[in-house]
């Protein structure tokens, strides 16, 4: 199976930056898709940005284009999500994800691995 750790989160003002990290272990990443996922209180959790391991293709929901990229380090098995311009609404936790079922990289349903998540709280 894949473990997830993330880490990188905290407490923010409106305007600014963070960068979450996501190490991977336990198996290969070359067939996989990455994503990272967010939930806030009282909303159901929503998949924020994806990529696929090889190739880098990636996918990001409407509220977080132009402010958010994801991206990979191969030799480390780490994923990022740089935040920039972050918001309130950007406020939760996020989680990082992994499949193997690549054609559902962009569904909210295709995930098998999960990390335990970490806390951005941004202040306005």
């Known amino acids: 199976q894949v473990q997830l750790v993330e880490s990188g989160g905290g407490l923010v003002q409106a305007g600014g930056s963070l960068r979450l990290s996501c190490v991977a272990s336990g198996r290969t990443l070359s067939s996989y898709a990455m994503a990272w996922f967010r939930q806030a209180p009282g909303k159901e959790r929503e998949l924020v940005a994806a990529?696929?391991?090889?190739?880098?293709?990636?996918y990001y929901t409407d509220s977080v284009k132009g402010r958010f990229t994801i991206s990979r380090d191969n030799a480390k098995n780490t994923v990022y999500l740089q935040m920039n311009n972050l918001k309130p609404e950007d406020t939760a936790i996020y989680y990082c994800?992994?499949?193997?079922?690549?054609?559902?990289?962009?569904?909210?349903?295709?995930?098998?691995?999960w990390g335990r998540g970490t806390q951005v709280t941004v202040s306005s």
């Open positions: 990529i696929i391991w090889s190739g880098g293709s990636t």
């Open positions: 994800a992994a499949t193997p079922s690549t054609w559902r990289w962009t569904s909210n349903g295709g995930y098998d691995y």
